[in-house]
């Protein structure tokens, strides 16, 4: 399993000019500014091997001091596979965080280039939130989330201020956005 340091290039693009330029997550610019989001692409070639990485990445972000290390995103730029497949595989790290006893230190969100809300049509603007270059999960610490609570507002409103920004758009800053995304993604991998 090889590192791809241009996906990490794109994707770290990708969280700059989309989801700090626009606030969709308004407590990723700090640690982003202050160097604190690993950004790590792998190769795995079973289903296993996603597991074992995500694993393995846990146990980094678990072992750091957040004020070296905030966050983690494990990008997977060559695998082939469609956005269900994907969450349902990432959620066996469920199991893992559950059998570490770190269910409650952590939590993961699920990013692909066909990422869809249930209940969504596949093409709103909505979607984009979670659409990103590659497949990829964003590990994140728990109690980062409580001080984003505590600190800055009210976190069940981030979705609706999200999809207010997003229907508000204009299409040539839609199209700044959608460049990151490959044209169709899926496939067996």
């Not at 750091?64 to 595989?89: C, G, H, N, Q, W």
């Not at 999809?163 to 460049?179: C, D, G, Y």
Request: glycine letters at 0%; proline letters at 5%; one cysteine or more.
């Amino acid at each position: 399993m090889k590192k791809n340091n241009l996906a990490e290039m794109k994707t770290k693009e990708w969280v700059e000019n989309f989801i700090v330029k626009f606030n969709i997550c308004p407590f990723a610019k700090k640690p982003l500014q202050e160097n604190r989001i690993r950004f790590e692409s792998y190769f795995p070639k079973s289903d296993q091997e996603i597991i074992t990485v995500l694993s393995d990445e846990l146990a980094i972000l678990a072992l750091s001091e957040t004020r070296f290390l905030a966050t983690s995103i494990v990008i997977f730029p060559k695998l082939k596979i469609d956005f269900e497949d994907f969450y349902y595989l990432c959620e066996k790290l469920n199991w893992v965080l559950n059998n570490w006893k770190l269910d409650k230190d952590f939590q993961f969100v699920v990013f692909h280039p066909d990422f869809y809300f249930e209940g969504e049509k596949e093409a709103q603007n909505t979607n984009l939130v979670n659409q990103s270059p590659y497949p990829m999960v964003h590990l994140i610490r728990s109690i980062d989330i409580e001080w984003a609570r505590n600190t800055f507002f009210d976190l069940d409103q981030i979705p609706v201020e999200n999809q207010k920004l997003l229907q508000n758009l204009s299409a040539r800053e839609l199209e700044k956005i959608k460049k990151y995304r490959p044209k169709k993604h899926t496939s067996n991998h």
